[in-house]
C-alpha cells in the first residue's frame, strides 16, 4: 500500500512529507518512548530511507541520541518540541511519530511491542498482537 501523508510540528514551523510504502506500524511501551512522547506508549510508522522530505523548517529539526542506546533517539522541533520523524541508521528505518501527521493514515497499528515493559496503567492490548520486545522478522 502507497501512501502520501504530509506532517508536522505544533507550531507549524517544522512541515514534512512521507511517500512509499510503510513497514511496520506499531505501539511501542519501552521505557524510552514513555519518556520521549510523555505518554503509555509511541505509535510509530516505519519506512523505508528515502520515503521522507523535509517541505519546511528544517534546520529547526533537533536530535537527542541516548549515549548507551545502540538504536534509540528523538528529534523534535527546537521551537515546540514536538516528536518529529528520525532517520535510525540500525533499523535502515525512518521512525515516523503517527501523531505528527496531518491526515489519518490508511493503515492500522500491527503490535504492541516491548509489551513486557509497559507502564501498569497503560492501555489493555486490545485485538493487537503483543510481544515482549521486538517481533519476529
Partial sequence: MEIRLSGGCL???VQFELSGEPVRFYHCHCRRCR????TGHASNIMLKPGQLSWTQGE???GRYKVPEAERFSTCFCRNCGSPLPREV??????????GSLDEIPELSPQARIFWD???EWSCAAGDLPVYAEYPPT
Avoid at 519518556?35 to 510523555?38: L, Q, V
Avoid at 541508521?89 to 503517527?98: D, E, I, N, Q, R
Fill in 117 to 119: 515493559s509497559r507502564a
Fill in 35 to 38: 519518556k520521549a512522547t510523555g
Fill in 11 to 13: 507550531c507549524g514551523e
Fill in 59 to 61: 534546520p529547526l529539526v
Fill in 89 to 98: 541508521p540500525a533499523l535502515g528505518m525512518v521512525v515516523v511519530p503517527a
